[in-house]
C-alpha cells in the first residue's frame, strides 16, 4: 500500500485524492485524482519501471485501431513500478459491439509474428522476438517454455509429455498446410478483460499483445466464458473464421490451460488432461 509521499512524487502531481480500487489481482490498483481529473493507477511493489514496459506498448499498438487505457506516464518510485492512465467509467454492454470491435482489432496485420517488448510473468518470460513462421513461434517460443516451467514445478507427468508431442505434431502437420496471417492479438482476451465506457464503447484492458493468429484470442473466450452468441456473430459478420475453427481451438486453449495450472495447480490438471486426451 503507498503513501501520500509516494503519490506525491507522480508526473500529475498535486494529488488532492487517492483510494485502492478493484484492478489489482496482481498489481495494486488506485483511483487518484490530480486537478480535478481522475486517474487509474497500477503499482507494482519491487519492480523497476520496464516492468509495465510490454503492457503500455500493447494498449499504445491496440489504441491505434480499437479503444483502450490510454498510458500517460510510466516509471518507478521507491522501486514500485507504476503505470498511469485514463480513468474509464463503465456503462452498458453490447456483445454484439464487442464482436465487432475485436474483429476490427484482428484486421491489424503484421508481416510476422511477436512483438515489440516482451511479457515478464511471475513464471516465465515471454518470448516475443519476431519471427515468420507462425509454427516456429508458438512451438517454440510459447508452449515448449511453457512446459518446461510445468515441468519445473512439479505438474508434468510423462503421459502429459507423451500427449503434448502428439498435440505439437499435429499443430506443427497442419500449419506447414495452411498458412496464417499474423493479426493484432489482445493475448489474454477473457471476460475481465473488456469493459464498456459509459456511452457503451467496447474496451480492452490489460493486454498481453502480440501478432499471431487470430484463433488464439478466440479460444481464450471460450475457456472461462463471458462472451455470448451474439459477440460471435459480429464477430463473424465482420472478419468470418475459417472452416473448421472448434477443431482448432484446443491446441490453442491448452496454452491457457496449462498457464492456469502453472500457477494455480493441479485443480487445471483435468482440464489440461482433457485437450491432451484429444491427441
Known amino acids: 500500500m503507498q503513501n501520500q509521499e509516494w503519490f506525491n512524487s507522480l508526473s500529475i502531481a498535486p494529488i488532492s485524492s487517492w483510494q485502492p480500487v478493484s484492478g489489482g489481482d496482481i498489481n495494486e490498483a488506485y483511483q487518484v485524482i490530480a486537478d480535478g481529473i481522475p486517474y487509474f493507477i497500477k503499482v507494482q511493489p519491487n519492480q523497476s519501471q520496464e516492468y509495465f514496459a510490454h503492457e503500455r506498448r ?24 507504476y ?26 496485420h503484421h508481416d510476422q509474428f511477436g512483438f515489440y517488448t516482451n511479457h515478464h510473468t511471475k513464471s516465465l518470460i515471454k518470448d516475443n522476438s519476431w519471427n515468420n513462421s507462425w509454427r516456429d513461434f508458438y512451438i517454440n517460443q510459447r508452449l515448449i517454455p ?11 507427468s510423462e503421459w502429459r509429455n507423451q500427449h ?5 505434431n499435429a499443430f506443427d502437420h497442419y500449419y506447414s498446410k495452411h498458412p ?10 477473457w471476460a475481465g478483460n473488456y469493459m464498456f465506457t459509459e456511452d457503451g464503447t467496447p474496451t480492452l484492458i490489460d493486454p498481453d499483445a502480440l501478432y499471431g493468429d487470430r484463433e488464439y484470442d478466440l479460444a481464450m473466450t471460450t475457456i472461462f466464458g463471458g462472451f455470448t452468441p451474439d459477440f460471435y456473430q459480429a464477430y463473424n459478420a465482420t472478419y468470418p473464421l475459417q472452416d473448421g475453427f472448434e477443431n482448432r481451438l484446443p491446441w490453442y486453449q491448452f496454452y491457457y490451460l496449462c498457464m492456469h495450472l502453472i500457477l494455480f495447480g493441479e485443480t487445471y490438471g483435468p ?6 486426451s484429444k491427441y
Open 58 to 81: 500493447g494498449l499504445q499498438e491496440l489504441g491505434t485501431v480499437i479503444n483502450t487505457p490510454t498510458p500517460i506516464a510510466s516509471g518507478d518510485i521507491d522501486h514500485d513500478a
Open 83 to 108: 503505470l498511469i492512465l485514463n480513468w474509464l467509467t463503465e456503462g452498458p454492454e453490447n456483445q454484439s459491439a464487442l464482436g465487432t470491435t475485436v474483429a476490427k482489432m484482428h484486421q491489424k
Open 146 to 156: 511453457e512446459v518446461k516451467v510445468a515441468q519445473q514445478k512439479h505438474r508434468w
Open 271 to 276: 482440464a489440461v488432461d482433457n485437450i491432451l
Open 164 to 168: 503434448f508431442q502428439n498435440m505439437v
Open 180 to 189: 496464417v496471417t499474423a493479426s493484432l492479438l489482445h493475448g489474454d482476451l
